[in-house]
């Protein structure tokens, strides 16, 4: 056997069939959120707002509000697909079964990544009940909302094997990964910001990341997307390498 | 024609503890093998290792012919393991889990034996329930279960036996005498000698980490059916009376005991004449007991023997 189709295939149904018995929350807590946004955002600071560049602010914000969403649900959702295992001992199997590392990382990671990508879809379309969104870039927006769901998967995928409670699992999504966000210009351009700070924000990565989503969007980014496309595969692979080195090293899975 | 065959096997924890010291094993296809030992001595440690759950310091296992590092999935498709405590994925369905364990396997999907899985194992009715809505003793079955869903041929059970009734304990043996008919090869773990009585073909003993002994069950049951009895004398002695010399007895407790060591499974036990002789020659006794040896005793016994033995 080259490669256990199988497995990989009952991992994913497995992980997404969880999804589906709570399908109601998970779908309707972005919908209630997004709705929250626009109403705070959009309408009440956004009738005072300026356009961005040509943008309307209510669909200028429709990106960030995609990105912060599908971030942490992206963290959490991969991280907690395996640490259950590791918590109630399940993954005794899962060291036991006949799977290759890229396997497991393909099961959990896939399935993760597929619940942060319709998350996506639902909140654009909950999102085009209030605005008029026309995407520039569609396939360059599909493929941009894959990427970013693949990494931040695996990023929480690492998370959930490096951590050793609940408080741990929770502690970098709160503490650094929701504060990037909020500061990498998912609610405004960073050229709205003081020269200082906007050279400060550089260091951000999700300037980045956030910068060629809006692009694929409105076809214009604070930053090139070549340069966000780079930060882009430049966390990926970094994320892979440590997931790679986790398995090689059996790095908190085994004894 | 051993199926599993385990040389040099080491293991010492991150802690710097040693929890295998160099085990040989060799498994024979289609025997029940129990390992038996006390608490700590390495049997979950040596298992874990052939599943692929712990990495050893140091050895080899091959599985149905399969190196369990260099060729694991292939060595893995055919090993199941039941492990010693109860983890399962308590908000999924028994339905889910057996079929999801089946699937990691790498083995297309079966409904019709899973159905027939469940069935024998009384769990059926229950295939829809959530896991943390059964009993701990369904609990067991469903690891079961989990176990026998990709048909493995060497079928590894920690513990069987513990926390377990009387009627479960009775249903998971015929479920293992079913196996073994199937060919299927089977190594348990337990604290208990009569449990490994009741069941295996042969018997290893584990102490510290060191394979003491492999043995053919009724060689061994003959050399752990040693049982001591004590005489509490009403006279202490000051030396054991000449016409007692034919056992060989210890005088004990400042000469007010006096005890005898025997085989329990023999013909002759030697009690009866033993006690005759005493009344015939006027030795009086207040009190008799007589104790199978421990475990732990016989531990002690065998690990002697050995060191004996070897110098
Ligand atoms: N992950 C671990 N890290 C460090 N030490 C361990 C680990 N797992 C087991 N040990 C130690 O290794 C020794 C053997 O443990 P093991 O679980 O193999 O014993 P056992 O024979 O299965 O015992 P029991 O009958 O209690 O199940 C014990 O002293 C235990 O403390
Ligand atoms: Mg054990």
Redesign the interface.
């Known amino acids: 056997m080259i490669f256990n189709r199988h497995a990989v295939w009952a991992i994913y149904k497995f992980e997404l069939a969880r999804f589906r018995r709570t399908v109601w929350t998970s779908l309707i807590t972005p919908v209630i959120t997004t709705t929250l946004y626009f109403i705070v955002f959009g309408s009440a600071i956004g009738s005072r707002m300026q356009e961005v560049g040509t943008v309307p602010y209510g669909a200028f914000i429709v990106p960030g509000l995609m990105l912060l969403t599908m971030l942490t649900e992206s963290i959490s959702n991969a991280s907690f697909g395996i640490y259950m295992p590791k918590w109630s001992g399940t993954i005794y199997e899962l060291l036991s079964a006949p799977i290759s590392a890229f396997e497991t990382v393909l099961a959990y990671v896939g399935a993760a990544a597929t619940k942060s990508v319709i998350l996506g879809i639902v909140i654009l379309a909950t999102a085009n009940l209030f605005v008029d969104i026309d995407i520039v870039h569609p396939l360059w927006m599909l493929l941009f909302m894959v990427l970013l769901a693949v990494t931040f998967c695996l990023f929480g995928f690492i998370i959930g094997i490096w951590a050793k409670s609940f408080e741990q699992l929770q502690i970098i999504p709160l503490l650094v990964v929701m504060p990037l966000t909020f500061l990498g210009g998912a609610f405004y351009s960073i050229d709205m910001l003081p020269a200082a700070w906007r050279t400060a924000t550089l260091f951000n990565p999700i300037v980045y990341l956030m910068s060629g989503f809006r692009w694929s969007f409105f076809g214009k980014g604070d930053v090139s997307v070549e340069l966000s496309l780079m930060a882009m595969f430049g966390f990926l692979t970094l994320c892979l390498a440590i997931v790679w080195w986790i398995f090689r090293t059996g790095y908190r899975l085994k004894s | 024609m051993s199926v599993l065959s385990i040389s040099g096997l080491s293991k010492t ?2 802690g710097g503890f040693t929890a295998l010291k160099s085990v040989d094993l060799e498994i024979r296809k289609g025997e029940i093998f129990a390992l038996l030992g006390p608490n700590g001595a390495g049997k979950t440690t040596l298992i874990s290792i052939v ?5 050893p310091t140091a050895g080899t296992v091959i599985a149905d012919g399969h190196h369990i590092q260099r060729d ?6 055919k ?1 199941g ?1 039941v ?1 010693q ?1 109860l ?6 369905t028994v339905w ?1 889990t057996v ?11 079966d409904p019709a034996l899973i159905e027939r899985i469940l069935k024998d194992l009384s769990l059926w009715e229950k295939r829809n329930s959530k896991i943390l809505e059964l009993s701990g003793g369904m609990k067991r079955r469903v690891m079961i279960a ?1 176990a026998l869903s990709h048909e493995p041929e060497i079928l590894f059970l920690d513990e069987p036996t513990a926390g377990v009734d009387v009627e479960l304990r009775r249903d998971m043996w015929n479920l293992v005498r079913g196996l073994r008919e199937r060919g299927v090869t089977i190594i348990l773990t337990t604290h208990y000698i009569e449990e490994a009585e009741e069941m295996a073909d042969r018997v290893g003993v584990i102490n510290k980490g060191e394979l003491i002994l492999v043995e053919d069950k009724a060689a061994l049951m003959k050399k752990l059916g040693r049982k001591t009895l004590t005489l509490n004398l009403t006279e202490p002695l000051a030396a054991l009376p000449p016409e007692l010399g034919e056992w060989s007895l210890k005088l004990k407790a400042d000469g007010n005991e006096i005890e005898y060591e025997f085989d329990a499974n023999a013909e002759r036990t030697g009690v009866p004449s033993l006690l005759r002789r005493m009344s015939d020659i006027g030795l009086g006794f207040k009190d008799l007991n007589t104790e199978q040896s421990s475990l732990e005793d016989i531990f002690v016994g065998l690990v002697t023997e050995r060191q004996e033995a070897r110098s």
Do not use: Q, W
């Open positions: 924890y991150a599943c692929g759950i712990v990495t694991y999935r292939a060595a893995r498709m090993i393991l492990p405590e983890h399962t994925d308590a908000f999924e889910a079929n999801l364990s089946r699937g990691m396997f790498g083995r297309a999907p989990k």
